[in-house]
């Protein structure tokens, strides 16, 4: 769940000007689960299932490239379930999944993999492997887990520092959030290529997201300082931002969602992810949310936590013929 500082992860931008972001892990998991086939093939379930006898067969992108990666070969069975929808959501899924699965396969393999090679690797396979035209933050908030300042420096590095704060503070910020599922799924991918592209050529785009980095900047030292009532109202500014980026990131439909949310209560919020649908996330005080609810009729409701550890071994046994 990033709150300030969306696309400012976009390589065309953070080279030139660095990059930053404020986002938290949330406490919806993807599960991955690995382990010895009794043949030499390959078998992969998620939504639908691939039977296979080589790498090169694999349909599943991400899997491929995975497997490549780690030069697995087969004998192998990998089965995956959500605790939401997987795709077009704007809640990271596809770079939580691919965290996932490199952490269970470096796990089969018997090796440890520290949380930052988790999302190095991550962004190199989603990016790089696979041409993906996003930023990095993704792979990073699910590779540690927590609320962090997540900073993308022109030389590539990626920093992720914890917002540290009294525990009341984050507690409030917690409790202060409502999310809805707008029902609309969208490419992720073809927004961010049309931002980056935008972004690119045209300066005033660039002083967009400059802003919209000064502002994660500005929420974090205000977090930290445990003033947390501005946290609404930042938000609010960094979404106008970037609804102003690129044509596509907002609908008729998200502006009417979103104005009568104020109109009960609501001080801030966006749309998560990059834009489009997915999930419409509020900031609003405890008492005005059952009024915000009732502002939204047509919207589903859907309760979301912070979640602290990132990605996990939750259960491993040494495989010998791995």
């Not at 931002?195 to 690119?200: A, G, I, N, W």
């Not at 596509?248 to 009417?256: K, L, Q, V």
Request: net charge negative; charged share 20%; glycine share 10%.
């Amino acid at each position: 769940m990033s709150f300030v500082g969306g696309g400012s992860d976009l390589p065309g931008f953070y080279r030139r000007y660095g990059g930053a972001v404020l986002s938290t892990s949330i406490d919806k998991f993807i599960y991955v689960n690995v382990n010895r086939k009794f043949d030499d093939g390959i078998r992969i379930a998620y939504s639908r299932t691939e039977e296979v006898s080589s790498i090169d067969e694999i349909e599943h992108q991400l899997v491929r490239a995975c497997m490549e990666h780690l030069t697995l070969a087969g004998g192998i069975e990998i089965t995956t379930i959500a605790d939401i929808p997987a795709k077009g959501t704007g809640l990271g899924s596809s770079s939580s999944f691919t965290v996932g699965l490199l952490h269970a396969l470096n796990a089969y393999q018997g090796r440890y993999v520290s949380k930052e090679t988790l999302g190095a690797d991550s962004c190199h396979i989603e990016i790089d492997r696979c041409g993906e035209p996003i930023g990095k933050q993704d792979q990073y908030a699910a590779a540690y887990g927590g609320f962090n300042l997540i900073e993308f420096h022109p030389d590539d590095r990626v920093a992720v520092t914890p917002v540290i704060c009294r525990p009341e503070t984050l507690q409030t910020i917690e409790e202060s959030i409502l999310v809805f599922y707008t029902g609309i799924t969208r490419s992720a991918s073809k927004l961010l290529a049309q931002q980056s592209e935008q972004v690119d050529r045209q300066a005033d785009k660039q002083q967009v997201l400059r802003r919209m980095v000064q502002l994660t900047y500005d929420l974090y030292a205000e977090i930290q300082g445990n003033n947390e009532a501005v946290f609404g109202e930042i938000l609010h500014e960094n979404w106008m931002l970037k609804k102003s980026l690129t044509q596509g990131i907002s609908t008729d439909d998200i502006d009417d969602w979103y104005a009568a949310a104020r109109a009960a209560g609501a001080t801030g919020g966006k749309i998560l992810g990059a834009g489009a649908g997915g999930f419409l996330m509020l900031y609003a005080p405890k008492e005005r949310h059952e009024a915000i609810a009732a502002a939204l009729p047509g919207l589903r409701r859907i309760k979301m936590g912070f979640e602290r550890q990132g990605s996990a071994i939750i259960f491993y046994q040494r495989n010998q013929g791995a």
